[in-house]
């Protein structure tokens, strides 16, 4: 048995479990929203954070990073048993076709986990919904939690999905609204650096706001 992962959150920067290889590709009629309540992790039940999900959406794409877990049973249950403490607020686990970029036709992979939500605030109780892009970047510029700020989650995710070469336009757009409401606007943003030619420098905004992530981070996160 192998087991394989699809990560498009905090998954494809920072696993946190063992894992034998990682390879960057997509997944279709799926696009990435902010949607879910995190209350352990980048918020707290007074002040959730806004961290990623998956909404089905004929014709989208999704990229992010696909992680194989090899070794036998036991270490595939010592990674399942962590990412579902640490995705503990995905009530869905879903089975998908992942694809590699120059060949959108047929699957690189069949039967790759994804953790997702179930899009119902009745059955779902961490499910926010959809909201106006400036209420959900005042509510990610201040929430709080153990691991840390949720703005630096969205950042994070940010970087990361310019370092694989796939930038999310939604991303990049409630990022840039996110650094509006911080007093950050003309700091930059990962797109502006590449446009100016910088594609290797960290993006400005990731010094500016002095991330300070604690220990829990390397092991839990969401």
Same mark, same amino acid.
């Given at each position: @048995?192998?087991?394989?992962?699809?990560?498009?959150?905090?998954?494809?920067?920072?696993?946190?479990?063992?894992?034998?290889? %990682?390879?960057?590709?997509?997944? %279709?009629?799926?696009?990435?929203?902010?949607?879910?309540?995190?209350?352990?992790?980048?918020?707290?039940?007074?002040?959730?954070?806004?961290?990623?999900?998956?909404?089905?959406?004929?014709?989208?794409?999704?990229?992010?990073?696909?992680?194989?877990?090899?070794?036998?049973?036991?270490?595939?249950?010592?990674? @399942?048993?962590?990412?579902?403490?640490?995705?503990?607020?995905?009530?869905?686990?879903?089975?998908?076709?992942?694809?590699?970029?120059?060949?959108?036709?047929?699957?690189?992979?069949?039967?790759?986990?994804?953790?997702?939500?179930?899009?119902?605030?009745?059955?779902?109780?961490?499910?926010?919904?959809?909201?106006?892009?400036?209420?959900?970047?005042?509510?990610?510029?201040?929430?709080?939690?153990?691991?840390?700020?949720?703005?630096?989650?969205?950042?994070?995710?940010?970087?990361? @999905?310019?370092?694989?070469?796939?930038?999310?336009?939604?991303?990049?757009?409630?990022?840039?609204?996110?650094? %509006?409401?911080?007093?950050?606007?003309?700091?930059?943003?990962?797109?502006?650096?590449?446009?100016?030619?910088?594609?290797?420098?960290?993006?400005?905004? @990731?010094?500016?706001?002095?991330?300070?992530?604690?220990?829990?981070?390397?092991?839990?996160?969401?």
């Amino acid at each position: @048995m192998v087991l394989w992962v699809f990560g498009y959150g905090s998954l494809v920067w920072n696993p946190g479990f063992d894992y034998d290889e %990682k390879v960057i590709g997509f997944i %279709k009629d799926y696009k990435r929203v902010f949607d879910l309540a995190c209350i352990d992790h980048r918020g707290t039940p007074e002040h959730p954070a806004r961290t990623c999900t998956l909404e089905q959406s004929e014709g989208a794409i999704c990229w992010g990073a696909a992680f194989c877990v090899r070794g036998g049973p036991e270490k595939e249950r010592l990674a @399942m048993e962590y990412l579902e403490r640490r995705e503990c607020e995905y009530d869905c686990k879903t089975l998908v076709d992942f694809y590699k970029e120059g060949n959108t036709s047929a699957p690189a992979l069949t039967g790759i986990i994804v953790f997702t939500s179930t899009p119902d605030k009745v059955s779902n109780k961490y499910y926010l919904g959809p909201a106006p892009l400036e209420d959900m970047a005042r509510q990610i510029a201040t929430a709080v939690g153990p691991c840390g700020n949720n703005r630096d989650y969205l950042f994070l995710l940010e970087k990361a @999905m310019f370092d694989i070469g796939h930038e999310d336009d939604m991303v990049i757009e409630l990022a840039s609204e996110v650094r %509006k409401v911080l007093g950050m606007v003309g700091k930059g943003s990962v797109k502006e650096k590449k446009l100016v030619g910088l594609p290797h420098l960290l993006p400005a905004h @990731m010094s500016a706001i002095q991330l300070h992530l604690l220990p829990e981070v390397i092991t839990l996160d969401s």
